[in-house]
C-alpha cells in the first residue's frame, strides 16, 4: 500500500473527537503488521520496536474537527476531513517504518497515536507517562517547516448581563447584546503582550449567544474567546488581566486548566540539527520557525521529551471546508522521517 493509499484508507475512517476507537483498530494493526510491539491505553497507541538508547519518538492525533466528509483525490491533491490534520502525518509516519529495516535499528523507535487533541489534549495527558524517549517529532502540518515553538492557547466564557424588558420599551431594559457589542470593541483595542520570538497574543471571538425571544431586550448575552498567549504569562494570568480590564464582565475559564496547550520554545537541540540534515539529504532546504496553533508537543517537552512539530500539510488548509494535503509534501514527508530513522536509530549518524 502506498503512502497515499494509506492517507485515503485514514481519511475514509471518520475519527471526529471522541469518536476515535475504530481508527486506532485500523492503526494497530498496521503498527503490529509493521513488527511493532503495541500498548493500547484506551484509543491512544504506542506502537515499539527496538529495546536500547536512543528512542526517536513519533507523534500524531487520531481525532478530527467535525464535520466529516470523506477523501477524494483531484490532481495533485487529497482532499478529505484530517487530510492535512493530522492523518497526513500518520500516514508519513507509517510509510517511513514501513520502509525501515527493523534488524538494523541501534536504538528504539515509537510511535505514538493520541485521540482528544482537537478538543483537550487527554490522549497525550493520559499516555505521557508511559512514554520514554529521548527526541520527539509531533507530526502536525506545518509544510514541512520545522516548529520549534509555539504560543499556548486559553478558552474563556464572558458574560454579560442586563435588564430584559418588552421588544416595544427597549428605553425600559438594558440590552445585553448592545453592551456586548461595546466590550468585543474594546478588547479589540487592547495592547497585549509581545514575544520576541513567539509574537504577539491574539483574542479572537468564537462563538456568541443571547435572546430568549424575538420581543425580549435580552438580559444576558455570553461570548466564546480564543486566547493565544506567550511566555512568561500562564492561564491565570491571563484571566486576571482580562478581569481586570473589562470589570463589568463575567469570566471563566471555557475549561480545566490543565486542557489548555501551554506555549513552548526549544531553541537549539540535537533533534532539530537532526531534522535539518534529513530535509537536506531528500534534496530540501530545511527552514525553522514558530507558529501560532498549538499543538501536543509542548506536552511532550513539559515531561523532559524534547521535541519538535514537522509534517506534511498547511495550517492554512486544516480545519476548512475543503481540507486538503499536497501528495508531493506527503511524499517528501515520508522520506524525511525515513532519513530521520536512519540518522538516529538505524545508522551512526
Known amino acids: 500500500m502506498s503512502c497515499t493509499e494509506l492517507l485515503y484508507e485514514l481519511v475514509r475512517i471518520a475519527s471526529v473527537s471522541h469518536h476515535e476507537h475504530q481508527i486506532s ?33 513519533f507523534c500524531g492525533h487520531l481525532d478530527t474537527v467535525p464535520p466529516y466528509f470523506s477523501p477524494s483525490v483531484t490532481g495533485t491533491r487529497l482532499y478529505g476531513r484530517g487530510s492535512a490534520d493530522d492523518k497526513g502525518g500518520i500516514a508519513a509516519v507509517i510509510d517511513a517504518i514501513t520502509r525501515t529495516s527493523k534488524s538494523e535499528l541501534r536504538g528504539t523507535l515509537l510511535a505514538v497515536f493520541v485521540t482528544d487533541e482537537e ?41 454579560l448581563v442586563g435588564k430584559s424588558a418588552h421588544a416595544s420599551k427597549p428605553a425600559l431594559g438594558e440590552n445585553a447584546i448592545v453592551r456586548m457589542a461595546h466590550l468585543i470593541s474594546a478588547m479589540e483595542e487592547m495592547q497585549l503582550n509581545h514575544h520576541s520570538i513567539l509574537g504577539r497574543e491574539t483574542i479572537t471571538v468564537s462563538g456568541i449567544a443571547a435572546g430568549s425571544a424575538p420581543n425580549v431586550v435580552p438580559d444576558r448575552c455570553g461570548i466564546d474567546v480564543d486566547y493565544r498567549y506567550v511566555p512568561p504569562q500562564d492561564a491565570f494570568s491571563i484571566l486576571e488581566m482580562l478581569r481586570a ?15 489548555f496547550t501551554h506555549p513552548f520554545y526549544l531553541p537549539d537541540h540535537q533533534i532539530i540539527a537532526l531534522l535539518k540534515a534529513s530535509m537536506r539529504a531528500c534534496g530540501l532546504a530545511p527552514h525553522v520557525t514558530t507558529m501560532d496553533a498549538g499543538t501536543d508537543a509542548s506536552r511532550f517537552n513539559e515531561a523532559g521529551i524534547p521535541t519538535v512539530v514537522f509534517g506534511p500539510g498547511g495550517i492554512e488548509q486544516a480545519h476548512t471546508s475543503g481540507e486538503w494535503i499536497s501528495l508531493a509534501q506527503l511524499e517528501n514527508a515520508s522520506a524525511v522521517f525515513q532519513e530521520l530513522i536512519k540518522r538516529t536509530v538505524v545508522g551512526e549518524g
Open 245 to 259: 480590564r473589562l470589570p463589568e464582565a463575567i469570566i471563566e475559564f471555557a475549561d480545566e486548566p490543565k486542557n
Open 119 to 159: 478538543l483537550g489534549s487527554q490522549g497525550a495527558q493520559d499516555i505521557i507517562p508511559q512514554v520514554h524517549a529521548d527526541y520527539g517529532v509531533v507530526c502536525e502540518p506545518t509544510n514541512l517547516e520545522i516548529v520549534n515553538g509555539h504560543k499556548g492557547r486559553l478558552t474563556f466564557n464572558i458574560e
Open 25 to 57: 483498530l485500523f492503526v494497530e494493526e498496521k503498527l503490529r503488521q509493521l513488527g511493532m510491539d503495541v500498548t493500547r491505553l484506551g484509543s491512544n497507541l504506542i506502537g515499539k520496536v527496538g529495546h536500547r538508547k536512543p528512542v526517536l519518538m
